[in-house]
């Protein structure tokens, strides 16, 4: 009997002893190139620290409904993740999903970075990689047809209508409803106009009228064919085949029209610039794409901080920008001549004017925000069909905007900001 | 005979008109599978272009598709196996002794939309450890396999004479004797229907393995994703893996083809 107990006290022993040892943590990380990159380092980690760190790989949308169901079933193993802070941020925050980062050392990031991983005055997510948008132009037809580049947007409609021919559009960008909303962000914004203005929709100011009736116009003039049901994936290649003369997308797409193993386009011949300024501005949306952050229901917090610490850590950083031309946020990244000295000058030059004049959304930032791009995206849809004249758009956007403020009276963020 | 070759030429054109539109997607798979990715975005689409084979060496070289090919089979064949083990009995029962309010009650659990049984299912199996298990998987995918068995079954078990059992059962076998080995041998067109279109469906489920797998079960659909990241796509490995989850598909289809329609035309008529 005794014997048995002392085997019985032992094995419990040697279990939890073996479990407080278990040093093993459970990381999601996006199809991303910087998931790639940490990937390829955590080896070294493992080695440093002893934990033992599985991580799993998964497309965006796959992450978001995987971290959505396991932690709303309240049974999630997962102790660090990357997260898109501008399209589930609030909603992980207000379901409380997200470890406040209080212990994290953020004076490395730019103010505005901050702006979309801090709630009330707490930080809650690392921001990682931001983003922000440019104008993508070929410089061979620029050159043959006597144009330099537009730094307005009459400048570009210019430019737009003089390289438009049958065989090659004058102009693209998104025009594929709820995708394009982010792309028009930042010309609302070159208007003097916005999605949002203190927890209130109002893209059905004048302002933001005018910006979607120019984006309509462009594209339904200049643009390429089938332009309302194009996204970056129906762009791009169009680019890449040679049949767009200027495009206005996010930067993180350079990468890919430069290379010639995806590009029939000569890396020489393709520039990228500012977005042209608008009649009010010029603040070209910066964000932070991707975040990474801790789960509030991790078990293994400690090691859960110990890793995000060193996964965004300034030195990853640097390896990341200068050896895999990955936008981060941190600023001793940008600051690092090394670095820097690795990229396309054209590019660190966008990033310095965006991430100076840049406006932190390319959306509008709230719980429901995929609901809302679908709203928004009709108003577009409706300017491109008819080139931007519809006399149909103001009460149109007056209603979407109603339907808006009602998505966010639904989740109490109405008029909060 | 000026008709007859009239006839036949139509009929050709016919099928031309049939077969063009169903094949082309396949077609533009399997030649966007050899292509690079400038070959695959260029317009006006190349017909002519030189082959690679670099696609395919990213799909089971570099992913190691191989292991996703044995998760979506053992998931695949375990849950056709036990729908079937269930099922048959199940069907013969709800064929022979009309349990009509049966079969609807599940054909109802196959009309849900599956994503309804999928936070229910997160958290039991959370619960019980068997998350990333190939368990709960199989489980899951019963959920497909098992209606397909006992709906095509039912109504072919129904187009059996009752008079094949009797008489055997008169000669002295138990109705689990005469079920064994004279209805089942029968009933074989059926039960083959019910194993490829079961199979083909739980081969191609996405939703299920997307919330119930991780690394170590990850399934087929679900693998086709490791192409796709943020901002980027690689089309050329989109589509070979593609190709590569679709060939055993076809070829199962082939080989039964002519089970299925028989079966299913068995099942369609006398139901």
């Not at chain 2, 292509?35 to 190349?46: E, F, G, L, M, Y």
Request: proline residues 5%; glycine residues 6%.
């Amino acid at each position: 009997m005794k014997s048995k107990l002392i085997t019985l006290l032992l094995l419990a022993a040697l279990v939890f002893g073996a479990g407080a040892q278990a040093k093993e943590i459970r990381v999601l990380v996006a199809n991303h190139p910087y998931g790639d990159l940490l990937k390829q380092y955590i080896p070294e980690y493992e080695k440093a620290t002893g934990v033992k760190v599985n991580v799993e790989s998964l497309q965006e949308s796959q992450l978001t409904t995987k971290l959505t169901t396991e932690f709303a079933t309240n049974s999630s193993s997962a102790d660090v993740f990357m997260t898109r802070p501008l399209q589930e941020g609030k909603m992980f925050y207000k379901n409380g999903w997200y470890e406040p980062l209080t212990s994290y050392d953020f004076s490395d990031y730019p103010e505005s970075a901050m702006g979309v991983a801090r709630f009330g005055n707490k930080p809650y997510l690392v921001p990682l990689v931001t983003e922000w948008q440019v104008l993508y132009y070929r410089k061979d037809l620029f050159k043959k047809a006597g144009l330099s580049v537009p730094r307005t947007f009459a400048e570009l409609e210019a430019a737009a209508k003089a390289l438009d021919s049958t065989d090659i559009s004058g102009f693209a960008s998104r025009g594929k409803g709820a995708a394009a909303v982010t792309q028009l962000s930042s010309y609302v914004y070159n208007y003097g106009g916005k999605y949002l203005d203190k927890g209130v929709a109002v893209f059905d100011s004048k302002e933001a009228l005018d910006a979607i009736r120019f984006y309509g116009k462009l594209l339904a003039l200049y643009g390429p064919t089938g332009v309302t049901s194009m996204s970056w994936e129906n762009i791009m290649p169009l680019f890449q085949a040679g049949k767009v003369a200027m495009w206005t997308d996010a930067s993180v797409f350079f990468g890919q029209i430069v290379d010639p193993a995806k590009s029939q386009v000569t890396a020489a011949d393709v520039g990228i610039a500012n977005l042209p300024a608008g009649p009010k501005a010029s603040n070209p949306f910066f964000v932070v794409s991707w975040g990474m952050a801790v789960a509030r229901q991790s078990k293994n917090k400690a090691q859960a901080m110990d890793f995000i610490k060193w996964a965004t850590s300034a030195d990853l950083a640097k390896k990341a920008l200068g050896g895999a031309s990955i936008p981060m946020s941190r600023n001793s990244a940008w600051a690092d001549p090394a670095v820097v000295a690795k990229a396309n000058p054209e590019l660190v030059a966008s990033q310095a004017f965006a991430a100076k004049n840049g406006n932190p959304f390319d959306r509008p930032y709230m719980s429901a925000v995929g609901n809302a791009r679908d709203l928004i995206g009709e108003v577009i849809i409706e300017s491109i069909n008819t080139a931007g004249t519809s006399q149909k758009l103001a009460d149109l956007a007056k209603q979407k905007v109603k339907q808006v403020n009602e998505l966010l009276e639904d989740t109490g963020e109405y008029g909060m900001y | 005979m000026r008709t007859s070759a009239t006839k036949r030429i139509l009929f050709f054109l016919l099928m031309l008109c049939i077969a063009v539109p169903v094949l082309f997607p396949f077609l533009w798979m399997l030649s966007s599978s050899f292509k690079t990715q400038v070959d695959i975005v260029a317009w006006p689409p190349r017909i002519i272009f030189s082959p690679i084979i670099d696609n395919y060496i990213r799909v089971f070289a570099e992913q190691n598709f191989l292991r996703y090919f044995k998760n979506s089979l053992i998931v695949g064949l375990c849950a056709v196996g036990f729908s079937l083990l269930l099922g048959l009995p199940a069907a013969y029962s709800i064929a022979r002794f009309k349990q009509k309010k049966l079969s609807v009650f599940i054909l109802v659990a196959r009309l849900m939309p599956g994503i309804s049984f999928l936070m229910p299912w997160y958290i039991i199996f959370s619960r019980l450890r068997l998350m990333d298990s190939y368990v709960a998987l199989i489980l899951s995918h019963m959920l497909i396999a098992l209606p397909i068995v006992v709906w095509i079954m039912s109504s072919y078990f129904e187009s059996i004479p009752l008079e094949m059992e009797e008489s055997a059962m008169v000669d002295g076998a138990t109705r689990q004797k005469a079920f064994l080995s004279i209805i089942l041998p029968i009933a074989t067109p059926g039960i083959v229907t019910s194993i490829t279109l079961s199979f083909i469906f739980s081969w191609n489920n996405f939703m299920f393995s997307q919330v119930l797998s991780m690394e170590k079960t990850k399934t087929l659909p679900i693998a086709v994703y490791n192409f796709v990241s943020y901002a980027e796509v690689d089309w050329g490995a989109v589509m070979a893996a593609a190709v590569a989850i679709m060939t055993p598909a076809i070829i199962l289809t082939m080989i039964f083809q002519k089970y299925v329609v028989k079966g299913l035309t068995m099942g369609a008529v006398k139901g």
